[in-house]
T-cell receptor
Framework: KNQVEQSPQSLIILEGKNCTLQ??????????LRWYKQDTGRGPVSLTI?????NTKSNGRYTATLDADTKQSSLHITASQLSDSASYIC????????FGTGTSLTVIP | EAGVAQSPRYKIIEKRQSVAFWCNPI?????LYWYQQILGQGPKLLIQ????????DSQLPKDRFSAERLKGVDSTLKIQPAKLEDSAVYLC??????????????FGPGTRLTVL
């Protein structure tokens, strides 16, 4: 069964701290792994897209990693800001897109 | 380039009423998706169009939901009659071509539907 699981479900961190979000995926055939940021009341916005041959990709303070052998990905946020408060969704792409349920991140001052 | 446009942004209806949502994808994007996102969950695909043809509607509750993309550009999603469990955000997304799986998918702001 194709599925994507994310952890933790929610996370609260202090402004300026780092955090890492986790994603385990079972998608076959597998094409790429995506991370999206979804602000409250908005549609998801793409952060990174990685194929199975890529093991890391950065977008500013966001760095995603991919281990195709263990089928795990992580999203690391460095020096968090209040504007990072959002839901982060992991998506496995194969014949179609498989969405995780997201990690809700709250950054507090 | 302009993003994916959706309207209305919010809609409140009573159960058993009908409702329609509209989506205008990014110009030149052949593939259009409708997703349902229930609070606290990830988006669930309802229907995927390639130009004006349906690629996947396997999760569309066809007894009450319908969608069309007659001219291969904008699209409408209709619910008739609505149920309480249809309360959700309805997201529209578009991509250049679905065959090239690396292509980015762009989402609209969504329509938040509340069924009372």
């Amino acid at each position: 069964k194709n599925q994507v699981e994310q952890s933790p479900q929610s996370l609260i961190i202090l402004e300026g701290k780092n955090c890492t979000l986790q994603c385990n995926y079972t998608v076959s055939p597998f094409s790429n792994l995506r991370w999206y940021k979804q602000d409250t009341g908005r549609g998801p916005v793409s952060l990174t897209i990685m194929t199975f041959s890529e093991n890391t990709k950065s977008n500013g303070r966001y760095t995603a990693t991919l281990d195709a052998d263990t089928k795990q990905s992580s999203l690391h946020i460095t020096a968090s800001q209040l504007s990072d408060s959002a839901s982060y969704i992991c998506v496995g792409a194969g014949n179609q897109f498989y969405f995780g349920t997201g990690t809700s991140l709250t950054v507090i001052p | 380039e302009a993003g994916v446009a959706q309207s209305p942004r919010y809609k409140i209806i009573e159960k058993r009423q009908s409702v329609a949502f509209w989506c205008n994808p990014i110009s030149g994007h052949a593939t259009l998706y409708w997703y349902q996102q229930i609070l606290g969950q990830g988006p669930k695909l309802l229907i995927q169009f390639q130009n004006n043809g349906v690629v996947d509607d396997s999760q569309l509750p066809k007894d009450r939901f319908s969608a069309e993309r007659l001219k291969g550009v904008d699209s409408t999603l209709k619910i008739q009659p609505a149920k309480l469990e249809d309360s959700a955000v309805y997201l529209c997304a578009s991509r250049r071509l679905s065959g090239q799986s690396y292509n980015e998918q762009f989402f609209g702001p969504g329509t938040r539907l509340t069924v009372l």
